[in-house]
């Protein structure tokens, strides 16, 4: 752990962090921000799913398990050449971070994993960091991952252990951790965050961060999601996440985790960019760019770049910290 991190945070410290009045927690998130980040950076990071729906998993949010009627069309592993393509893409768009998702349980060692592999190499080749999702992993895959050259790998707790069971009960909060220790191990940096308004409490959002922030070393990057309600899936019908609710989960989550790439990440095609603005004010300073998320619609690259220049934000350079130590 850097110096000046923690990782000993008490529930207690977190709730009183998180209970601020809004704008002096933005304040103070803000100010933290700015004494470990460069506040005009803006990480830009492309998603494309590589391997879509038909997912045996029941998480209760997710429009690509096979359980739920959703109208996700399901598609097989996409060949390399064609993945190499769209990160040829976000790259001259100028996305610096390539994540690839499967709608898997977890990883098998077969050949499509190898096809992964090769996928991973190849956008690795091309100067880009790349991420994976592909659900659990064991320590070996880990190793064979980053031996492949991946950068990242995105596993996330969505909520907090104890509300675990009412989202998912085809795994454990547990089998989530293990894998995200698999992934340390392996020296990957570990991309993990959550879902906010899947009607969680507000004591849920806390105990995810807790947990978070708890981990022997942070998460490099975490991602805060906004519930995108889908039709067919259980969560159909919650309610809208309030913003300000986002504001205050990225605040909180820059506070405790000050090194780390807060990413504003699932429901900004539903936010003004007014409503972003407060985000990256309160501390994000990653985005998902690219008009489709895995599945659903985002703002499109232009859109962002108009937003970009609006705030005076600019594009954060790929590897910077390696970049920093040459
Ligand atoms: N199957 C792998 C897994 O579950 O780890 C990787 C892909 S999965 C779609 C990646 C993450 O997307 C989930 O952990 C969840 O946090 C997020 N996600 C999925 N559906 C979502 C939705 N409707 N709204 C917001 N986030 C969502
Ligand atoms: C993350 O935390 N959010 C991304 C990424 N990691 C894989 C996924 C969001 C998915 C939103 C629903 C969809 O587009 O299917
Ligand atoms: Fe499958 Fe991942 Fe969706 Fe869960 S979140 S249903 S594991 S694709």
């Not at 080749?125 to 999702?133: D, H, K, S």
């Not at 989202?167 to 089998?175: E, F, V």
């Not at 978070?212 to 809208?240: K, M």
């Not at 095609?269 to 309160?282: D, G, K, R, T």
């Amino acid at each position: 752990m850097n110096e000046g991190l923690r990782n000993d945070w008490t529930i207690e410290e977190i709730n009183d962090i998180y209970n601020l009045p809004l704008l002096e927690l933005v304040h103070r998130a803000a100010t933290i921000h700015r004494q470990y980040n460069d506040t005009g950076e803006v990480q830009v990071c492309t998603l494309l799913s590589i391997k879509t729906g038909g997912c045996s998993e029941d998480c209760a949010y997710c429009p690509q398990a096979a359980r739920y009627n959703t109208g996700v069309n399901v598609q097989a592993l996409m060949k390399k050449e064609e993945v190499l393509e769209y990160a040829r893409k976000a790259k001259d768009a100028g996305s610096t971070r390539f994540c690839m998702g499967a709608a898997w349980r977890e990883v098998r060692d077969n050949r499509d994993f190898d096809r992964v592999l090769d996928m991973v190499k190849g956008v690795n080749e091309m100067g880009m960091e790349v991420c994976c999702t592909l659900g659990m992993l064991t320590e070996s895959q880990a190793e064979r991952l980053a031996e492949a050259g991946l950068y990242a790998y995105n596993h996330n707790l969505d909520t907090s252990s104890e509300y675990y069971g009412e989202i998912i009960t085809t795994r454990t909060y547990d089998d989530r951790l293990k894998t995200l220790d698999n992934v340390r191990k392996a020296g990957v940096t570990v991309c993990c965050g959550g879902i906010i308004g899947l009607g969680e409490k507000h004591d849920d959002r806390i105990r995810m961060l807790h947990t978070l922030a708890t981990l022997p070393e942070h998460p490099e990057s975490v991602p805060i999601n906004a519930l995108v309600a889908i039709e067919g899936t259980p969560l159909a019908d919650q309610p809208r996440v309030d913003v300000w609710d986002m504001v205050r989960m990225i605040a909180t989550a820059r506070i405790l985790m000050p090194a780390t790439m807060v990413r504003l990440s699932a429901g900004r095609a539903q936010m003004s960019v007014a409503e972003q603005a407060f985000c990256f004010m309160a501390g994000a300073n990653s985005i998902f760019a690219g008009e489709k998320l895995l599945t659903t619609p985002n703002p499109s690259f232009d859109d962002d770049m108009k937003m970009f220049d609006l705030l005076g934000l600019t594009a954060r350079k790929a590897f910077k910290e390696e970049m920093i130590n040459i």
